[in-house]
């Protein structure tokens, strides 16, 4: 049974020097999604991710969605699988309970973060006995299991809440001291943005692998949301070819995986361990962009 093996460590993978390439799923709705997700993950096998990620909602029903579709994505398909666990509404016994379950399954790499606040809330707000930063969750995971490989996330362009960029350093530098072995970026489309970010996190002494996250545009309006959401900016180049192709949803798609194309090319001449692909359960985007780096 070869799901019952437990999967090898990311930073071993890291450590090997190669780039990786990794995409990232969330959790669908219903069972409908599941099915879709599935033909999504088929399609994607043809690429041969490194790893792949799972997102960990808010709400209860989509919690028990990641279990499942962490499950599905390892043992159907073979890929090495790093499910997301958030602190949102989980006491500490809760978070033990979880990581033992994890660790059983045979899921060694966990993308480790504080998560959002619930839809309708405005500031994050700790569960009774539970925990108020992702580094408190690293301490966590790693005091309960020392094998787990832990991935947090990285701001470039700060994290909203955070006051300025230097303080958004010191918790990232807090959560790597707390056990986490890499650091994957928010979404940019900019290259400097991450070669600035690197420079600064290694000169606040964050040693660990900072592996960058891409996005390719699909739309506009959709891109937009994102980034008013996590603080990135759009380079005005972008902006222009997209208005201009604004009503037809092809071109747009077309000029999104061009521009993400010339990041990751950029981003691995400069020495970028790897990229992480933000498709959206969408096969389309990420074939494209592998068939152009394969070219």
Not at 98 to 127: C, S, V, W, Y
Not at 148 to 159: N, Q
Not at 212 to 241: E, N
């Amino acid at each position: 049974m070869r799901h019952m093996t437990p999967d090898r460590p990311i930073s071993e993978l890291l450590a090997s020097g190669r780039v990786l390439r990794s995409l990232e799923f969330f959790p669908p709705k219903d069972d409908a999604g599941v099915e879709s997700l599935r033909a999504t993950a088929g399609a994607l096998r043809r690429i041969q991710p490194d790893f792949v990620s799972v997102t960990y909602g808010a709400g209860g029903t989509t919690r028990d969605r990641t279990a499942q579709v962490s499950t599905l994505l390892r043992s159907e398909f073979g890929f090495t699988v790093m499910p997301h666990l958030t602190c949102v509404g989980h006491s500490r016994a809760e978070l033990d309970a979880l990581a033992d379950r994890i660790h059983a399954g045979g899921f060694r790499n966990i993308m480790t973060l504080r998560g959002d606040p619930p839809k309708g809330a405005t500031e994050f707000q700790p569960a009774p006995d539970g925990l108020r930063h992702a580094s408190e969750l690293a301490a966590l995971l790693k005091a309960r299991h020392a094998d787990f490989c832990l991935g947090v996330a990285g701001y470039p362009e700060k994290h909203p809440e955070a006051s300025s960029l230097e303080a958004d350093l010191g918790h990232l530098r807090r959560k790597v001291d707390a056990g986490a072995d890499f650091i994957t970026t928010q979404l940019f489309f900019d290259n400097d943005v991450y070669h600035r970010f690197v420079e600064k996190c290694r000169a606040a002494g964050i040693t660990v692998p900072i592996v960058p996250g891409i996005m390719p545009v699909l739309s506009l309006k959709q891109i937009q949301r994102f980034t008013q959401m996590c603080g990135a900016s759009l380079p005005a180049r972008l902006t222009t070819r997209l208005e201009a192709a604004a009503d037809n949803a092809e071109v747009v798609e077309t000029i999104g995986i061009d521009w993400a194309l010339g990041q990751i090319r950029g981003l691995i001449a400069a020495g970028a361990p790897g990229y992480h692909l933000y498709i959206l359960n969408r096969a389309k985007g990420a074939l494209a962009l592998a068939a152009g780096l394969a070219a």
